[in-house]
């Protein structure tokens, strides 16, 4: 007895088979980098910090005569642009001018209110804190000396 043509093709194992073989298993190797991301594999990214912090700016020293209470004002330390508020009384407050979003220089709108140009978020000038998004937090502080009538940044 002798195997017909069709039994002797269907057990046999080719190129052809092999090909196949590699090509159906395909869209899982393809798949699987997201799959194991979708399943909890890699790390997931810590969020953004909305704390405001410190930065230091080259020292310099300006009249606080410059800044009537209840207003800011910016001024350049450096090359660096600096807003600097008197809220109160004999209180005074400095931020980096640089928009927390995308580095936008902020302006003093009107009093205490800051807004950067490129995308309006906008900050009050008190506290430095962000009040309209875009801006993820609040703008970077600066240290400010009182000595007499004279303001010293950094």
Request: hydrophobic share 35%.
């Given at each position: 007895?002798?195997?017909?043509?069709?039994?002797?093709?269907?057990?046999?194992v080719?190129?052809?088979?092999?090909?196949?073989?590699?090509?159906m298993?395909?869209?899982?190797?393809?798949?699987?980098?997201?799959?194991?991301?979708?399943?909890?594999?890699?790390?997931?990214?810590?969020?953004?910090?909305?704390?405001?912090?410190?930065?230091?700016?080259?020292?310099?020293?300006?009249?606080?005569?410059?800044?009537?209470?209840?207003?800011?004002?910016?001024?350049?330390?450096?090359?660096?642009?600096?807003?600097?508020?008197?809220?109160?009384?004999?209180?005074?407050?400095?931020?980096?001018?640089?928009?927390?979003?995308?580095?936008?220089?902020?302006?003093?709108?009107?009093?205490?209110?800051?807004?950067?140009?490129?995308?309006?978020?906008?900050?009050?000038?008190t506290?430095?804190?962000?009040?309209?998004?875009?801006?993820?937090?609040?703008?970077?502080?600066?240290?400010?000396?009182?000595s007499?009538?004279?303001?010293?940044?950094?």
């Amino acid at each position: 007895m002798t195997d017909s043509p069709a039994a002797t093709s269907a057990t046999r194992v080719g190129p052809c088979t092999q090909r196949r073989t590699v090509l159906m298993a395909l869209p899982g190797i393809v798949l699987l980098p997201g799959i194991a991301s979708a399943c909890g594999m890699t790390p997931t990214p810590e969020p953004a910090s909305t704390v405001q912090q410190t930065t230091t700016v080259p020292s310099t020293t300006i009249d606080a005569a410059e800044i009537p209470v209840g207003t800011a004002k910016q001024f350049k330390a450096g090359d660096e642009n600096v807003i600097v508020a008197q809220p109160a009384e004999g209180e005074f407050v400095a931020y980096s001018s640089r928009c927390t979003h995308q580095g936008g220089n902020v302006q003093v709108v009107k009093g205490m209110t800051l807004r950067c140009p490129l995308h309006g978020a906008e900050y009050d000038a008190t506290d430095g804190r962000n009040t309209l998004a875009p801006a993820p937090r609040p703008l970077d502080a600066i240290p400010v000396a009182v000595s007499g009538d004279k303001l010293t940044l950094g």
